[in-house]
């Protein structure tokens, strides 16, 4: 309980400084809420009397721990733009979101742990080099790139075996919704996988090479066995750790996906909160990303002491 609460800590502490330093960046941009909202049109001091209504001539200080206070209670405050609380379009965007990034790890886990424990167990042969160079070779081709050459592939202008634009699918059934995001996925699954599969090869091998391996391997039993409840419940700590960490780079990844796939989610609706200025929209889904950044990493530190006793035992010394 105490590594814990030490680990809320510091996550609450980290996410303080994000909100700092996206306040304070959004408030040196060029822009002028009150012209923003009101139009080109609008007179000086109409201008000058919206600012005054929303505080922009109160100190950067004072504005920031009045914004943070609503924050802290789930009030982001109101769209620039139409006058909307921002909340109404975050938390539909947030969920679009998680559903496919969760449609992504469905489709990119399992494979990338079978794929990594395959190449450990056949290291050095033709099997072993095809995953790794596959890995390697998907890791290092952007998202919005891979998601081309899917929709180029699969789309409707060549093979018309998936749709090429996601759209709201506010309506639509869950398997429609599938359908519908299994290439902006499938591009998230990719990258992802030279990652994964990596850290389950290394983890794997160094698993096979310890003592505890060869002792249980002497004891006769079962090779079976010795994958199942040695090797595999040890070398796979390592990536459950990558997996909680890759949480973030997922979110970042969607913002490109989400546009080149016209899916609203909330990276799709970060992008577009900073295109038109629309500051308070971009500060909730910055400081909101940050939250799921921290909650999975706090999740894999967790799995990571609940499965290996040693990591216990290190953090109660």
């Known amino acids: 309980m105490r590594y814990v609460a030490q680990r809320i800590a510091l996550g609450l502490i980290s996410l303080l400084l994000l909100s700092m330093m996206v306040y304070a960046a959004a408030q040196v941009l060029p822009g002028n809420p009150g012209r923003i909202v009101l139009g080109r049109e609008a007179p000086p001091s109409a201008v000058a009397q919206y600012n005054h209504k929303l505080g922009f001539d109160r100190p950067l200080p004072v504005r920031y721990a009045t914004w943070l206070g609503h924050a802290v209670r789930g009030d982001f405050g109101a769209n620039y733009t139409d006058g909307r609380p921002v909340t109404d379009d975050l938390v539909p965007a947030l969920k679009r979101s998680l559903f496919l990034a969760l449609f992504a790890f469905v489709l990119c886990i399992p494979i990338s742990i079978l794929a990594g ?34 929709v180029t592939i699969l789309g409707p202008a060549a093979l018309n075996v998936f749709p090429g634009i996601a759209g709201t699918l506010v309506d639509a059934s869950f398997w429609t919704k599938l359908d519908s995001l299994f290439l902006p996925a499938l591009a998230l699954a990719l990258v992802l996988f030279g990652y994964i599969a990596r850290m389950a090869r290394a983890g794997t091998m160094e698993a096979l090479d310890a003592d505890f391996t060869r002792t249980a391997m002497l004891k006769g039993l079962r090779r079976r066995d010795v994958l199942a409840r ?12 990558v997996i909680s960490t ?22 799709f609706l970060t992008l577009t909160s900073a295109q038109i200025k629309n500051f308070p929209m971009l500060l909730a889904c910055v400081l909101v990303l940050g939250i799921v950044y921290f909650v999975a990493t706090l999740t894999g530190d967790l799995l990571i002491a609940a499965l290996n006793p040693r990591v216990r035992l290190a953090r109660q010394e």
């Open 230 to 241: 040695h090797v595999l419940r040890n070398g796979l700590l390592p990536t459950i750790a």
């Open 246 to 267: 890759q949480v973030g780079y997922l979110f970042g990844g969607i913002v490109a996906i989400e546009k080149l796939f016209g899916y609203p989610g909330i990276g």
């Open 117 to 150: 424990v395959i190449a450990a167990l056949r290291r050095g042969k033709p099997t072993d080099r095809a995953i790794t160079i596959t890995g390697l070779s998907l890791a290092v081709i952007p998202e919005f790139v891979l998601g081309a050459i899917l």
